[in-house]
């Protein structure tokens, strides 16, 4: 089975459609949830998943609903929004035209965050030459300083400050309200504070220009951080190729010579190059040695080694002849190929791995959740938390510990501000502060401190990394929501056939009924077994077939064919002038078609399943003629992995549907016990076993390839395919192995607690934060230990909090690579 097993993102009933939208300007979880919000509120919007880090919305509504409507909502919100729209030639433009923006946006913060710095530094130089008494003209004038606090607002703050004033008209409020807040409340203060001297307020036209310059500083390292995180998914999007060299076939047309020799094709002359969006199903590709190869195709011409690591993650190239297929994006190595394209647009394995990854993004993890519902109301929350210190200082806190006004200002004209910022608590030197002044100080450090962007960065940073990751190495997973269920799994449960075994079976063991009215020899059952078998594409029966044709037998004529699925075939096969009726299938099978077996049947039956073969039953004209023996070798890796989920604590089961003196063979090879294995288990029954394990209170986890796994691996808590299966078998998966490296399966559930651990790590640090910064910036500490936390600091502090959640995700490469690097892991067998 080619790569092109690969499944898509989650089908939708037909009802509805999903939409993709691509959204600019969110800063925080409080951005998030406003636009899921807003995008929730328009008419057909059934569902909307947003996500910080990729900056995409999912959209699940009604086919009648307006997806440039939506972009348009979201755009006069403050969210410059566009439709990104699937199948369409434009999409490339459309994805230049969005990085063209953000390339615009993250230069225009650079230059913000270049002119905020300066306007610190001078800052600080003036308070420096106030401290050493070094007099420099005009840099101690509190009017100066209030134009540098005006020139940060109305420069490199103006975005920040504006977007968090719109966001708060439109009833959403984001972090940039709560900073836009704190540095006008600061700036205003301090203005009349100059205005009206006779007051006696302190002015702290510095905590504007500090606040500024920190918060853009640490967006500007957190972008930066950011943009390390999608680098594997923007590798996988340079994947895709443009051009593509399409050519005309010539067929020949046979000789007088060789009148039967079949027509033969060969290249024309005068290829064109063609963008890649532009070729269709059937059309022929012509792919040089050092090319990559443009589209999903079927090789009718040459032969060549491609390399599939960018795919596969799997270093060692593969020889592809004429029939194999081959993958965009994978580079021709060795020899010039001719391929005919069998999937085009975002039908091809790597568009399908790309929307698999990006859809990933969207599908949160249960622990998200809360983050989610809590960052909704955070903004809000904040605010009143800021206007209940304001009021509690102002009322009630200043009579209770009045000798906190004469412990002075954190931050005032004799101290240095970038050294009160970088050390944000500290012991405070005497000077007096007004009741007013010292409420409006706090109320605004709580304003700056919280951080509702930790929590946005959570989840999605650390899932884009460790799903891009898995990406690179040939593991894909669907979503945050797997994670939560691969944490809880306790039993893991195997399919044989393809899965524990090569998915190559051989006829090892023919016998023929003694005492027949017409005895047969053991090539003329075989030759009548693929006869019937011909109609059918099971791996039994092509192992059949195979056989017949590596004997020299010739296939018989036959009609009628009847195929039940994992019972048995039949057909109406004509030999030596004579129609025969002939069924093969399991025992029980023959029994229904009232075919009766003799007491020699099960005893032969019995000592060839034993050597572990799979047990085929064969009858002509309803009389017992003999059976075949047939065997699928076992992976290479196959008793290693069964044996290290073992070690690992977990349970490990054999689902199968042969009987069970085969099973029970093949469990012996795998070092299983006699418990755990489910045997003479039809497909149709094999998600009724999945579903009785969890009945009992095991969480289930199941790894199979075929078509008859599907209903299992939707059953199962945890469905894991295997590339090597069929695509509706991955479609259901919610874990998908590129690969066709059993070990992966180890690797694939380390690596999906590695993420969901690091999301736990990050949110843990987001609350973490919150509870303890927001009641210190409050004044918590003020009274008995005389710790107060300046705007500016708080401001600092805030941005830390994100770049450290962040960094924190891109850990997971160094954790995920020394996984990897481990002996079970990088010397594992590739079965091929």
Same mark, same amino acid.
């Given at each position: 089975?080619?790569?092109?097993?690969?499944?898509?993102?989650?089908?939708?009933?037909?009802?509805?459609?999903?939409?993709?939208?691509?959204?600019?300007?969110?800063?925080?979880?409080?951005?998030?949830?406003?636009?899921?919000?807003?995008?929730?509120?328009?008419?057909?919007?059934?569902?909307?998943?947003?996500?910080?880090?990729?900056?995409?919305?999912?959209?699940?509504?009604?086919?009648?609903?307006?997806?440039?409507?939506?972009?348009?909502?979201?755009?006069?919100?403050?969210?410059?929004?566009?439709?990104?729209?699937?199948?369409?030639?434009?999409?490339?433009?459309?994805?230049?035209?969005?990085?063209?923006?953000? !390339?615009?946006?993250?230069?225009?913060?650079?230059?913000?965050?270049?002119?905020?710095?300066?306007?610190?530094?001078?800052?600080?130089?003036?308070?420096? =030459?106030? @401290?050493?008494?070094? $007099?420099?003209?005009?840099?101690?004038?509190?009017?100066?300083?209030?134009?540098?606090?005006?020139?940060?607002?109305?420069?490199?703050?103006?975005?920040?400050?504006?977007?968090?004033?719109?966001?708060?008209?439109?009833?959403?409020?984001?972090?940039?309200?709560?900073?836009?807040?704190?540095?006008?409340?600061?700036?205003? /203060?301090?203005?009349?504070?100059?205005?009206?001297?006779?007051?006696?307020?302190?002015?702290?036209?510095?905590?504007?220009?500090?606040?500024?310059?920190?918060?853009?500083?640490?967006?500007?390292?957190?972008? !930066?951080?950011?943009?390390?995180?999608?680098?594997?998914?923007?590798?996988?999007?340079?994947?895709?190729?443009?051009?593509?060299?399409?050519?005309?076939?010539?067929?020949?047309?046979?000789?007088?010579?060789?009148?039967?020799?079949?027509?033969?094709?060969?290249?024309?002359?005068?290829?064109?190059?063609?963008?890649?969006?532009?070729?269709?199903?059937?059309?022929?590709?012509?792919?040089?040695?050092?090319?990559?190869?443009?589209?999903?195709? #079927?090789?009718?011409?040459?032969?060549?080694?491609?390399?599939?690591?960018?795919?596969?993650?799997?270093?060692?190239?593969?020889?592809?002849?004429?029939?194999? &297929?081959?993958?965009?994006?994978?580079?021709?190595?060795?020899?010039?190929?001719?391929?005919?394209?069998?999937? @085009?647009?975002?039908? /091809?394995?790597?568009?399908?791995?790309?929307?698999?990854? #990006?859809?990933?993004? @969207?599908?949160?993890?249960?622990?998200?959740?809360?983050?989610?519902?809590?960052?909704?109301?955070? @903004?809000?929350?904040?605010?009143?938390?800021?206007?209940?210190?304001?009021?509690?200082?102002?009322?009630?806190?200043?009579?209770?510990?009045?000798?906190?006004?004469?412990?002075?200002?954190?931050?005032?004209?004799?101290?240095?501000?970038?050294?009160? $910022?970088?050390?944000?608590?500290?012991?405070?030197?005497?000077?007096?502060?007004?009741? *007013?002044? *010292?409420?409006?100080?706090?109320?605004?450090?709580?304003?700056?401190?919280?951080?509702?962007?930790?929590?946005?960065?959570?989840?999605?940073?650390?899932?884009?990394?460790?799903?891009?990751?898995?990406?690179?190495?040939?593991?894909?997973?669907?979503?945050?929501?797997?994670?939560?269920?691969?944490?809880?799994?306790?039993?893991?449960?195997?399919?044989?056939?393809?899965?524990?075994?090569?998915?190559?079976? &051989?006829?090892?063991?023919?016998?023929?009924?003694?005492?027949?009215?017409?005895?047969?020899?053991?090539?003329?059952?075989?030759?009548?077994?693929?006869?019937?078998?011909?109609? &059918?594409?099971?791996?039994?029966?092509?192992?059949?077939?195979?056989?017949?044709?590596?004997?020299?037998?010739?296939?018989?004529?036959?009609?009628?064919?009847?195929?039940?699925?994992?019972?048995?075939?039949?057909? !109406?096969?004509?030999?030596?002038? !004579?129609?025969?009726?002939?069924?093969?299938?399991?025992?029980?099978?023959?029994?229904?078609?009232?075919? &009766?077996?003799? *007491?020699?049947?099960?005893?032969?039956?019995?000592?060839?399943?034993?050597?572990?073969?799979?047990?085929?039953?064969?009858?002509?004209?309803?009389?017992?003629?003999?059976?075949?023996?047939?065997?699928?070798?076992?992976?290479?890796?196959?008793?290693?992995?069964?044996?290290?989920?073992?070690? #690992?604590?977990?349970?490990?089961?054999?689902?199968?549907?042969?009987?069970?003196? /085969?099973?029970?063979?093949?469990?012996?090879? %795998?070092? %299983?016990?006699?418990?755990?294995?489910?045997?003479?288990?039809?497909? #149709?029954?094999?998600?009724? $076993?999945?579903?009785?394990?969890? +009945?009992?209170?095991?969480?289930?986890?199941?790894?199979?390839?075929?078509?008859?796994?599907?209903?299992?691996?939707?059953?199962?808590?945890?469905?894991?395919?295997?590339?090597?299966?069929?695509?509706? +078998?991955?479609?259901?998966? =919610?874990?998908? %192995?590129?690969?066709?490296?059993?070990?992966?399966?180890?690797?694939?559930?380390?690596?999906?607690?590695?993420?969901?651990?690091?999301?736990?790590?990050?949110?843990?640090?987001?609350?973490?934060?919150?509870?303890?910064?927001?009641?210190?910036?409050?004044?918590?500490?003020?009274?008995?230990?005389?710790? %107060?936390?300046?705007?500016?600091?708080?401001?600092?502090?805030?941005?830390?909090?994100?770049?450290?959640?962040?960094?924190?995700?891109?850990?997971?490469?160094?954790?995920?690579?020394?996984?990897?690097?481990?002996?079970?892991?990088?010397?594992?067998?590739?079965?091929?």
């Amino acid at each position: 089975m080619s790569t092109s097993a690969i499944a898509s993102s989650t089908s939708v009933p037909s009802t509805v459609q999903t939409l993709t939208l691509d959204v600019t300007g969110m800063k925080c979880a409080g951005c998030v949830k406003a636009v899921e919000r807003k995008l929730a509120q328009q008419a057909g919007v059934q569902s909307a998943c947003v996500n910080l880090v990729t900056e995409v919305a999912t959209v699940t509504c009604e086919p009648q609903t307006d997806a440039q409507e939506l972009a348009q909502v979201l755009t006069q919100s403050g969210f410059p929004s566009q439709v990104r729209q699937s199948n369409s030639p434009s999409v490339q433009a459309g994805l230049i035209d969005l990085a063209n923006l953000r !390339q615009a946006q993250a230069a225009r913060q650079r230059r913000d965050l270049i002119v905020a710095i300066g306007l610190l530094l001078v800052s600080t130089i003036g308070h420096v =030459s106030q @401290t050493i008494g070094l $007099a420099i003209p005009g840099l101690g004038n509190d009017g100066f300083h209030a134009g540098l606090a005006a020139a940060a607002l109305l420069f490199p703050g103006r975005a920040l400050v504006w977007d968090g004033l719109k966001g708060l008209w439109h009833g959403a409020p984001t972090m940039n309200t709560l900073i836009g807040l704190g540095a006008l409340t600061a700036f205003l /203060t301090s203005l009349v504070a100059l205005i009206n001297p006779t007051l006696g307020w302190e002015c702290f036209f510095d905590e504007p220009v500090m606040l500024i310059g920190f918060i853009l500083l640490g967006r500007t390292l957190e972008q !930066q951080a950011r943009h390390r995180a999608a680098a594997s998914f923007q590798s996988l999007l340079a994947l895709q190729p443009r051009i593509a060299r399409l050519v005309k076939v010539q067929w020949s047309s046979a000789s007088p010579e060789q009148p039967d020799r079949p027509p033969t094709p060969a290249i024309a002359p005068g290829a064109i190059e063609v963008p890649v969006e532009h070729l269709r199903v059937g059309e022929w590709v012509q792919v040089l040695p050092g090319e990559q190869v443009p589209i999903d195709g #079927e090789i009718l011409l040459g032969e060549s080694t491609i390399d599939e690591s960018m795919l596969t993650g799997e270093s060692v190239p593969v020889v592809k002849r004429i029939g194999d &297929t081959v993958s965009a994006g994978t580079l021709n190595q060795s020899g010039a190929i001719a391929l005919q394209v069998t999937h @085009t647009g975002e039908n /091809t394995t790597l568009a399908r791995i790309i929307q698999l990854v #990006e859809t990933a993004q @969207t599908r949160k993890a249960p622990i998200q959740q809360l983050a989610d519902t809590i960052a909704g109301y955070f @903004t809000y929350g904040v605010m009143a938390l800021a206007g209940l210190t304001f009021l509690f200082w102002y009322f009630l806190g200043l009579h209770w510990w009045p000798e906190v006004l004469n412990y002075g200002s954190q931050l005032s004209h004799h101290h240095l501000p970038l050294p009160g $910022a970088m050390a944000p608590m500290r012991s405070l030197p005497s000077h007096s502060l007004t009741p *007013l002044l *010292l409420s409006l100080k706090l109320t605004i450090a709580v304003l700056v401190i919280a951080c509702p962007c930790a929590l946005g960065l959570a989840t999605p940073t650390a899932l884009l990394v460790g799903s891009s990751l898995g990406a690179e190495n040939g593991l894909l997973i669907r979503g945050g929501d797997v994670l939560e269920r691969v944490r809880t799994l306790d039993t893991i449960v195997f399919d044989k056939t393809g899965t524990l075994t090569q998915g190559q079976p &051989t006829v090892t063991h023919i016998t023929v009924a003694p005492q027949l009215a017409q005895p047969y020899t053991t090539d003329q059952l075989l030759q009548i077994a693929a006869s019937v078998e011909q109609g &059918t594409t099971h791996p039994l029966a092509t192992a059949i077939v195979q056989a017949a044709k590596h004997q020299g037998l010739a296939l018989l004529s036959a009609t009628d064919f009847y195929t039940q699925a994992g019972s048995g075939v039949s057909a !109406q096969v004509e030999r030596a002038g !004579q129609r025969s009726f002939v069924l093969l299938g399991h025992a029980d099978w023959l029994d229904q078609q009232q075919v &009766t077996l003799p *007491l020699e049947a099960h005893t032969q039956a019995t000592t060839v399943a034993h050597q572990g073969n799979t047990i085929v039953h064969m009858a002509i004209d309803q009389q017992w003629v003999g059976l075949l023996g047939i065997q699928d070798p076992l992976r290479p890796d196959a008793r290693d992995t069964l044996q290290t989920l073992q070690q #690992e604590e977990l349970r490990v089961m054999l689902l199968t549907g042969d009987r069970c003196e /085969t099973a029970q063979a093949v469990a012996q090879a %795998l070092g %299983l016990a006699r418990d755990q294995v489910i045997a003479e288990v039809k497909p #149709e029954e094999k998600s009724h $076993a999945i579903a009785t394990l969890q +009945a009992q209170g095991y969480q289930v986890g199941m790894v199979g390839d075929g078509i008859n796994d599907a209903p299992a691996l939707a059953q199962a808590d945890v469905g894991i395919a295997l590339k090597s299966g069929t695509e509706v +078998a991955s479609e259901t998966a =919610s874990l998908v %192995l590129m690969r066709d490296r059993l070990s992966d399966v180890i690797l694939a559930l380390h690596l999906s607690r590695q993420i969901l651990g690091t999301i736990r790590q990050n949110l843990l640090w987001a609350f973490g934060y919150n509870a303890v910064s927001i009641p210190i910036a409050a004044g918590v500490l003020l009274p008995h230990f005389r710790i %107060l936390l300046s705007p500016g600091g708080a401001g600092f502090l805030m941005a830390l909090s994100s770049i450290s959640v962040v960094l924190n995700s891109l850990l997971l490469r160094w954790h995920f690579n020394r996984l990897v690097s481990q002996p079970s892991f990088n010397q594992q067998p590739v079965s091929q």
